[in-house]
């Protein structure tokens, strides 16, 4: 199957295993007691992806969900093992030259550069050879060192700098090059709020600033991914589980509509709720200071009874929400487990 | 703004790599004791053993110039090959890779530079040698000299771009394999001595290093001394090297770059 044209980033089928080292035999035998693992790990599993161009593109999933290899694929780093991938309609194996002056990325706690030269001359350097004119270079790096903070430290060696200001610096890097498609691995890991704050606020604006600007990000931060993309890839041991925009991901795990009240301490009798028309299930907690209150409903406008009745019965309402499911929750439902690994079903 | 040719992104990779060398040079001053001090100090003892011996002054020469020419080779073995393997460690290589740089524009800048400061080591060298020692200098020509240095250095570092890419492959393997040549390589090439003193067949098979040929016609030039072969057939030689061990370095890292990116050994290994 062709690339379609209007795609930024496409993956057919893809799917990379590495092999797995051998273990040292003695004589024949095995060394170790424990049996032989498989020779071939999964990274990537048959993903197929569309991003468009224009588009905002996270991919959330755990350590070891196969991020990174999906990353290293389409930045021609990596070659897949079987399936296509294309990046702006160019195959990343057999168009890899083309593709090059097109892309750039940036990941979450590397290393590089040259400590020998300052944050300036660093970035000076990566963007010549992308073949950026020096003249044009230094314009972008001031631009990109205020919106990270650090012009102050343009001229102090790499070497110098704290893990934060050096991922700024690296953040600045895949920005100067202007590239048309871009790719974040994690690029706030290690930031400071308010940082990590000004770091997307940036994102946003330069995917919109030009046309045709895609950005594919890859986050453990469920809220970071939530604020930022237009639609989300849910990837967990190789395999896109869910791709929808967060706002849907969201309403498949709400079966029922939820609304949370808080009523001040004193009235009682809120079993009853339950049972009025249009309510799935009604939760009462009880805390030293209110009476909180979870309703979920089987039609939305129920809500009106439920008020109705909670005022009925003497409760004096502090507030009415309504709760929103996060992308955590999302993730949850899909995976069996939060991002930590941990299976929640266990806890 | 135009997209560069390939030739100017060759030129640009070049220059930009060359730039930390540079930089390096003038910011860290370490290298005026540990590269210039000792190796004198090295020179001095072979010195004054040949003078003990009342051997030929241009001996003496033979031993300076031999300290000046190992400081390239030292660069070709552990900065200039070992780099490839210490960009990907440190992050460097998959931006090099991912670019639209030629890797080969990037290897010539990781050369030129290595170059460059060697070559401020190496005249420090030859420059306290010559004084201290008192080295009677009578080229035949002082272009000769420069051709055969250049021609010399092209090979060292043709040489130095073709192991980068073969020690990125190899790995840690090939640290163990640069400290057991060392001093295979220092016998070999006559860095002290004259090489003809050697047995024919051994001369011939040392001559596939450049360091080799490379000093060897620069005795010749510079002292006016008996060598292995002819000063023209020795250039012709290191041309022929130089030649090899640059396409040679391109094959490799062709190959090298296709066989990483099916092995995911670009960036690390089970990455």
Not at chain 2, 148 to 167: D, E, K, R
């Amino acid at each position: 199957m062709g690339p379609t044209a209007a795609a930024a980033i496409r993956t057919d089928e893809l799917t990379r295993t590495y092999s797995r080292p051998r273990s040292r035999q003695w004589w024949g035998r095995r060394r170790s007691a424990q049996p032989p693992s498989p020779a071939e790990f999964v990274a990537l599993d048959r993903v197929s992806l569309e991003v468009q161009p224009g588009e905002l593109f996270g991919l959330l999933g755990p350590n070891g969900a196969g991020k990174t290899t999906l990353i290293k694929i389409l930045t021609t780093l990596l070659a897949p093992t079987s399936g296509r991938a294309f990046v702006d309609g160019l195959d990343v194996v057999t168009q890899a030259d083309q593709i090059r002056p097109r892309i750039n990325m940036v990941s979450g706690g590397e290393s590089s550069g040259y400590g020998i030269l300052n944050v300036r001359e660093n970035l000076w350097l990566f963007a010549r050879i992308y073949g950026v004119p020096t003249s044009v270079a230094h314009e972008r790096i001031d631009r990109m060192l205020e919106v990270v903070g650090l012009t102050e430290k343009a001229r102090s060696r790499i070497s110098h700098l704290s893990t934060g200001q050096r991922q700024k610096m690296n953040f600045c890097r895949g920005f100067i090059t202007d590239p048309k498609i871009l790719f974040l691995d994690e690029p706030t890991l290690g930031l400071d709020v308010t940082s990590a704050r000004a770091i997307r606020g940036f994102v946003r604006e330069w995917v919109r600033e030009k046309p045709g600007r895609t950005l594919l990000l890859t986050t453990h931060y469920m809220a970071e991914a939530d604020e930022l993309c237009d639609r989300v890839a849910i990837i967990d041991r190789g395999q896109v589980l869910a791709c929808d925009a967060p706002a849907a991901l969201k309403r498949r795990v709400q079966k029922y509509p939820l609304y949370a009240l808080s009523l001040a301490p004193g009235a009682d009798g809120w079993s009853g709720l339950g049972q009025l028309p249009g309510v799935h299930q009604s939760t009462v907690t009880t805390t030293p200071t209110t009476v909180e209150l979870k309703v979920s409903l089987r039609e939305e406008p129920a809500i009106g009874a439920v008020v109705q009745a909670v005022v009925n019965a003497g409760g004096h309402i502090l507030s009415l929400q309504k709760v929103e499911p996060t992308l955590e929750d999302v993730f949850i439902e899909l995976v069996g487990h939060g991002l930590n690994g941990v299976d929640e079903s266990n806890r | 703004m135009t997209p560069p040719s390939s030739l100017g992104l060759f030129l640009a990779a070049a220059v930009a790599r060359t730039y930390p060398r540079l930089a390096w040079l003038f910011r860290s001053r370490s290298w005026l004791v540990q590269e210039t001090v000792l190796p004198v100090l090295a020179v001095a003892t072979f010195a004054y053993a040949y003078r003990s011996m009342n051997a030929p002054a241009a001996y003496t020469g033979f031993v300076v110039l031999g300290a000046a020419m190992t400081t390239f080779w030292l660069n070709v073995l552990w900065g200039m090959a070992a780099q490839l393997y210490w960009e990907r460690d440190s992050g460097n290589l998959e931006h090099y890779v991912m670019s639209p740089a030629p890797l080969m524009g990037v290897l010539t800048g990781m050369a030129l530079g290595g170059m460059t400061t060697t070559l401020v080591r190496a005249t420090a060298i030859t420059v306290t040698g010559v004084v201290l020692f008192d080295v009677p200098l009578n080229p035949t020509s002082w272009w000769a000299l420069l051709g055969v240095f250049l021609l010399t250095l092209a090979a060292l570092y043709g040489l130095g771009m073709m192991f980068a890419s073969l020690f990125l492959l190899w790995g840690r393997e090939a640290w163990h394999l640069v400290n057991l040549l060392q001093e295979p390589i220092y016998l070999l090439s006559g860095t002290n001595f004259p090489v003809a003193i050697f047995p024919r067949a051994v001369a011939l098979v040392a001559s596939v290093i450049p360091l080799t040929l490379g000093m060897d016609a620069m005795r010749q030039v510079l002292f006016r001394a008996e060598g292995l072969l002819p000063v023209g057939v020795e250039v012709l030689g290191l041309a022929g090297l130089a030649a090899v061990f640059l396409v040679a370095a391109r094959l490799c890292l062709r190959y090298l770059e296709n066989r990483a990116k099916r092995e995911g050994r670009l960036t690390v290994r089970w990455q």
